[in-house]
């Protein structure tokens, strides 16, 4: 299993480009991309919420 981050505010922006998870209301999570300046879709038209928590994946060392 992949360890994961904490879950951050919606206000704070990952640093980096990338898929991210994303908690929806009722508690659903989903993959949601990251472009550097908003959060896309995987079909990447543009998400018209921008402000949900998030989570990434802790890089593991080789």
């Known amino acids: 299993m992949m360890?994961?981050?904490?879950?951050?505010?919606?206000a704070i922006k990952p640093v980096r480009k990338g898929w991210y998870?994303?908690?929806y209301e009722a508690g659903d999570v989903y993959l949601d991309l990251w472009d550097g300046a908003c959060w896309r879709?995987?079909?990447?038209?543009?998400?018209?919420v921008q402000d949900r928590q998030w989570?990434?994946?802790?890089?593991?060392?080789?």
């Open 3 to 10: 360890e994961k981050t904490p879950w951050y505010p919606g």
């Open 21 to 23: 998870e994303r908690d």
């Open 41 to 48: 879709k995987p079909n990447g038209d543009r998400m018209h």
């Open 55 to 62: 989570r990434g994946l802790i890089r593991q060392g080789e």
